[in-house]
């Protein structure tokens, strides 16, 4: 789930079925103008002198909200990603071709590793981000982590959810651990 202070206006309520989509798509444009057409369910996205016609969801095709946030209180891991650490290991999964992203610690570092967690024979890339005294391994799907650029705080309950605030734009992110996802302590 992610929440997002815009400053636009939306005059017309519109469901995404794929967000990481539109985002790679109004990313790749310079200026995009969008358009909402509610009757013929899509969008009209123009830049320059190109346009995109996007095709819109059934509201019955997605899981809404809860109404109210979700809190992640006494969060066992808590650490600043950066856009930087953040990047590189989004595009060492691509590279790799691997499944999972994990928040490793180890008693002493706390590492962002690219991995498959179903084999612990497959390549893996790490990043070494911070210090701990603890020992956990939260997994995540990569495609979990595919988020507006930036440098995010980090808070992450062995309750099986993370919070991801971005650091400096109202932007919020709550992301489910996968199983297999430990904290040791």
Do not use: C
């Amino acid at each position: 789930m992610a929440k997002a202070t815009i400053t636009e206006t939306i005059d017309k309520e519109f469901v995404i079925y794929d967000l990481n989509r539109l985002l790679s798509l109004l990313s790749s444009l310079n200026d995009p103008e969008i358009v909402i057409n509610s009757e013929k369910k899509n969008l009209t996205i123009k830049s320059g002198l190109s346009k995109t016609v996007y095709g819109l969801s059934d509201e019955s095709m997605i899981v809404a909200p809860p109404a109210k946030d979700i809190k992640v209180e006494n969060a066992e891991v808590n650490f600043l990603l950066t856009k930087e650490h953040l990047n590189q290991v989004l595009k060492m999964s691509g590279v790799l071709g691997l499944p999972n992203i994990a928040v490793i610690g180890d008693k002493n570092k706390i590492y962002i590793s690219t991995l498959d967690a179903k084999n612990d024979e497959s390549d893996n890339f790490s990043i070494e981000i911070a210090d701990t005294t603890a020992k956990f391994k939260f997994i995540f799907n990569t495609e979990n982590l595919k988020m507006i650029p930036g440098s995010y705080n980090v808070s992450i309950s062995s309750q099986g959810v993370s919070h991801f605030k971005h650091s400096s734009d109202p932007l919020e992110y709550w992301i489910a651990t996968e199983t297999g996802s430990k904290y040791e302590g």
